[in-house]
């Protein structure tokens, strides 16, 4: 991209949307923050005299056609990863209805250029010797999970359309920041003693401040209709736990069982429990090596990523520094 353009965020104020509004602001962009009414917008305090605000609602078609207006870009970063199938029908509203309202209104207002932040459930697996990328991996088709259902209809959807859309894919993101805990709840389990075990495979993290910049990369060099991985570190969730907690000065590494075992287990608490510790569709996730190869975005997008011991240090002290750990 040439000259700075407004650019709207969608989900500015979660996790990685908070870090893409701050990158953008950092390299120059005029961001506008597409926000809920009574959304918790403390990650976007360090710029928030920096940015403009829209407040609207992915399922209210207005909200986002004002938001649009007078806009040049898009990043589509909205919604929530959930597991448990009573969330069935707001997780087909966030990810699929959602996006497609998103998209129209995007259309209506000729948006030049759009960032679409789409699920590495939807490319697959890698394995422990292969990791995945663009365009390779083993095929992931769980059943009752309808998170991965509808991202696999909403991608489905913007590949269909005629519309200026770069595809990127973020993997697991840890760092500072994480409000909901959306990523990071099971690691505070563990550094709080909450959970003595996990599964024999493992993992892609990437920093939540490195996939923010993907986003920014892809936004200013992307090509249209390229799928970009931002991909960080590939390691054994034991490694990643026993990490965690010796930076953490936790002593007590985590106790690894057979990922065979998580499919009877989630199946079997999910029925007993309304919020279990393991469901089935997480259970279903933890039976394969979440692995993947970041080459493409790299050389592409010039694309960089730290080290995982700094991430993991930089989220352990923001939790401290809120007080949950």
Known sequence: MGEKTVT????????????????????????????????????????????????????????????????????????????HPRDGLRVWAQHYTGTVNTFAAARAAQIERIVYTASIFTLGAGTQKQPADETHGQPFTPSVFPYWHAKVEAQAHAQALDAPIVFVYPTFCFGPGDVN?????????????????????????????????????ALERGRIGEKYLLAGVNTPLRDLFARAGQIAGHKRAPLV????????????????????????????????????????????LGLATRPLDETLRDAIAWFRAEKIL
């Not at 996790?15 to 950092?26: C, M, Q, S």
């Not at 962009?29 to 940015?51: C, E, G, M, T």
């Not at 099971?186 to 892609?204: A, C, K, M, S, W």
């Open 8 to 83: 709207l965020v969608t989900g500015a104020n979660g996790f990685l949307g908070a870090w893409i509004v701050r990158t953008l602001v950092a390299r120059g962009h005029r961001v506008r923050a597409f926000v809920r009414a009574q959304s918790d917008r403390r990650n976007l305090d360090p710029v928030r005299d920096q940015i403009e605000f829209a407040v609207g609602d992915l399922l209210a078609r207005e909200t986002l056609d004002r938001a649009l207006s007078g806009c040049d870009a898009l990043i589509h970063t909205a919604g929530a990863i959930l597991t």
């Open 257 to 300: 069982i057979p990922h065979r075992w998580m499919l009877p287990a989630g199946w079997f608490l999910e029925k007993i429990l309304r919020h279990p510790p393991l469901d089935f569709a997480t259970a279903q996730i933890a039976q394969v090596f979440w692995y993947y190869n970041g080459a493409k975005a790299r050389r592409d």
């Open 181 to 217: 805990l959306s990523s990071a709840g099971e690691l505070l389990d563990y550094l709080r003693g909450h959970l003595p075990l996990v599964t024999d495979t493992g993992i892609n993290v990437i920093d939540v401040r490195d996939a923010a910049l993907g986003h920014v990369l």
